[in-house]
């Protein structure tokens, strides 16, 4: 208690009144506040708006300011501006609701912290949620630097905490792995009625972060038509954006193309994958597997194994105990060493992890064991949820439920598997490598990888200026003697690229190479060039090297290209390039074919004065677009 004499000597100093001490409080302010400062301290005090002091909003700020985990780019950045206005624009009266959606490694989680940070440099009460509480760990310390609480802690917080919240108590409620929601709250889930419901209500802004592929358990109840029809019950305005760009498993959206396919999750065109798009690799055993790991993760501490929750932790109770036993291979689980932050704390490669820990973040480098629960028989893909632990209670009740609804049930407990390593195998920044438990499935995966032909590149001469003239490049140029093409290097192209519009090509003689920032992996296909001129300045600085990839063909819409055109330009030149965003609308013929109606190359200038290239159906057919803005390197 506070009023115990142990106390006392503190109370006389420093009075306290409790809830009954409503007189001696006003006979303790009319004692020692004689004058009034003239500022209507008290109404302002009563009436004012809570907000996070400067102190916190500049520390947020530094935290983030040269930390490479958080940079925004590509389509990241058209986001994050048009959530900044929708807080803006909020109010008690007039509440929004933003869904970003977004495939694995499309920067969600990056483009939430961000605005965290953004919006509460603008004084809103600002808190990042997320159901699992491994992202929250992992953001939070990458942040700050280290694993212990600070007084940042309390922003980030679980999807659990707003049942009985006021309306509007916060300015933006920032929603990572929307698609975990669940319906009730609480350790026993009898809190509240609706997470969703309850989310909205608490805040003028929710922006909820979703790929309704991720759902992994059977509580899982995040999508966006729920989100919606709650939008709608309380009033919110809905805006709905996505995320395209592929930043995890090295850009390569053929890879989560064919992983859809191959998992039969979906059907695309993507049936077999060219490894050298992605570091996917099928071994022969869990121990390779580990060791593979163990050694990538010796540069940065940024390599994991992961596997189906198949096998009972058993070291919970007996840590002298293994819990995954396959063979003549033996490891633990990592729940009870590091908890929810097993994916970032150092010596923690040796254990392995699973969906519960991994969601939501990212590595360099995964390792995963698919357990028996996911087999293929003649080319067919079976779920087996009796396979799964019984520990595990991310399908727990699937029986009751199949014998409830056969149909429904079935799909539902199909799904939940199939996305659980789909979630596992796109954990990887540069590379995943599989450890098949089932002989047959590890066969029916081998037979859909493929070595293809090399392609030959759009451009044959790599050109760089010439050595006497100084270059202030940001990555390292490699010497002859030590370049590997696109095994530790990429071309680059001294294409003097105009993005005010088409300019005339530069070429010198030479072939030189360099050396890509860790993040991405050299890979046929890739170059980089420099864009000059300011109509791109939103998304491109003038001057800045640029990481492109080949065009392969696919939908170009919304993206930003490297084109060229003979005939839009200056007629002495043979050729002229451009960046800009591609916008196109297409025409069906009667015979099943397809024309361009028009072709818009769009600026994205702060500056005024810079027009869209619109071509015609004549000019569209000569239109060549040489690659896809990969990323800005500097």
């Known amino acids: 208690m506070i009023t115990h004499p142990f106390y006392s000597d503190h109370i006389k100093r420093a009075p306290i009144f409790l809830k009954h001490d409503a007189l001696k409080l006003q006979q303790f302010i009319k004692s020692h506040v004689k004058y009034g400062d003239l500022t209507r301290i008290m109404y302002r005090i009563e009436h004012g708006k809570i907000k996070p002091s400067k102190n916190l909003a500049d520390e947020l700020t530094s935290m983030l300011k040269g930390n490479?985990?958080?940079?925004?780019?590509?389509?990241?950045?058209v986001v994050f501006e048009k959530a900044k206005r929708l807080a803006e624009q909020a109010s008690e009266h007039t509440k929004n609701v933003l869904i970003v959606e977004g495939g694995p490694g499309t920067g969600k989680s990056v483009l939430a912290i961000n605005l965290l940070v953004a919006l509460t440099e603008r004084e809103f009460v600002v808190q990042y949620v997320t159901r699992n509480s491994a992202p929250r760990l992992v953001y939070e310390a990458k942040l700050i630097g280290h694993f212990r609480k600070t007084h940042i802690s309390n922003m980030f917080s679980s999807s659990g905490s707003y049942h009985a919240v006021p309306p509007n108590t916060f300015g933006c409620l920032i929603i990572d792995e929307a698609h975990r929601l669940n319906e009730?709250?609480?350790?026993?889930?009898?809190?509240?009625e609706n997470q969703i419901k309850e989310i909205i209500n608490a805040s003028k802004l929710s922006v909820f972060f979703i790929d309704e592929d991720q759902k992994v358990t059977l509580k899982d109840i995040g999508d966006k038509e729920s989100i919606c029809a709650w939008a709608k019950k309380l009033g919110a305005d809905v805006v709905e954006v996505g995320l395209e760009s592929q930043f995890r498993c090295n850009g390569s959206n053929g890879y989560l193309a064919w992983l859809d396919n191959t998992l039969q999750i979906r059907e695309t065109a993507n049936d077999t994958l060219d490894t050298r798009e992605y570091d996917f690799r099928i071994v022969d055993s869990p121990t390779e597997l580990h060791e593979l790991i163990k050694a990538k993760n010796k540069k940065n501490n940024k390599a994991r194994v992961v596997a189906g929750y198949c096998w009972d932790w058993v070291s919970k109770k007996n840590s002298l105990l293994k819990d995954i036993v396959i063979g003549d291979y033996k490891a633990t689980w990592n729940l009870e060493t590091d908890g929810q932050a097993w994916i970032i704390k150092p010596d923690s490669v040796s254990e392995v992890g699973c969906i519960h820990t991994c969601q939501g973040l990212e590595v360099?480098?995964?390792g995963v064991i698919v357990g028996p629960d996911f087999v293929v028989r003649e080319g067919k893909v079976e779920t087996r949820p009796a396979e799964?632990?019984?520990?595990?209670?991310?399908?727990?009740?699937?029986?009751?439920l199949v014998k409830e609804d056969p149909d429904g049930g079935v799909l539902r407990i199909d799904a939940i598997i199939k996305n659980t390593y789909r979630t596992l195998m796109t954990r990887g920044q540069k590379g995943c490598y599989v450890y098949f438990v089932d002989d047959e499935t590890r066969r029916y995966f081998t037979e859909r990888l493929q070595f293809r032909?090399?392609?030959?590149?759009i451009i044959e001469k790599p050109i760089l200026p010439s050595h006497e003239e100084a270059v202030d490049l940001p990555f390292r140029r490699l010497g002859l003697d030590e370049a590997r093409p696109y095994v530790n290097c990429v071309p680059i192209y001294d294409l003097k690229v105009a993005a005010g519009g088409f300019s005339d090509e530069q070429q010198t003689d030479g072939c030189d190479w360099v050396e890509l920032p860790e993040e991405f992996r050299p890979r046929k296909g890739l170059f980089v060039a420099q864009v000059v001129g300011e109509?791109?300045?939103?998304?491109?600085?003038?001057?800045?090297?640029?990481?492109?990839?080949?065009?392969?063909?696919?939908?170009?819409?919304?993206?930003?290209?490297l084109a060229?055109?003979?005939?839009?330009?200056?007629?002495?030149?043979?050729?002229?390039?451009?960046?800009?965003?591609?916008?196109s609308t297409k025409e069906?013929?009667?015979?099943?074919?397809?024309?361009?109606?028009?072709?818009?190359?769009?600026?994205d200038s702060y500056l005024p004065g810079y027009e869209p290239i619109a071509l015609s159906e004549e000019q569209a057919d000569d239109l060549w677009v040489i690659g896809e803005l990969v990323a800005v390197l500097g």
């Open 68 to 77: 490479r985990e958080f940079v925004l780019i590509d389509d990241q950045k």
């Open 184 to 192: 009730k709250s609480g350790m026993f889930n009898h809190l509240g």
């Open 364 to 366: 360099d480098y995964i």
């Open 388 to 400: 799964r632990s019984k520990m595990d209670k991310s399908i727990q009740g699937w029986k009751k």
């Open 453 to 457: 032909p090399a392609a030959e590149s």
């Open 535 to 561: 109509s791109m300045n939103r998304r491109i600085p003038n001057g800045a090297w640029c990481l492109f990839r080949e065009e392969k063909g696919g939908s170009r819409n919304g993206k930003i290209v």
């Open 564 to 583: 060229s055109h003979r005939e839009i330009a200056d007629t002495d030149t043979s050729r002229h390039y451009t960046v800009k965003i591609y916008e």
């Open 588 to 603: 069906s013929r009667d015979d099943g074919s397809w024309r361009h109606t028009s072709i818009i190359l769009r600026p």
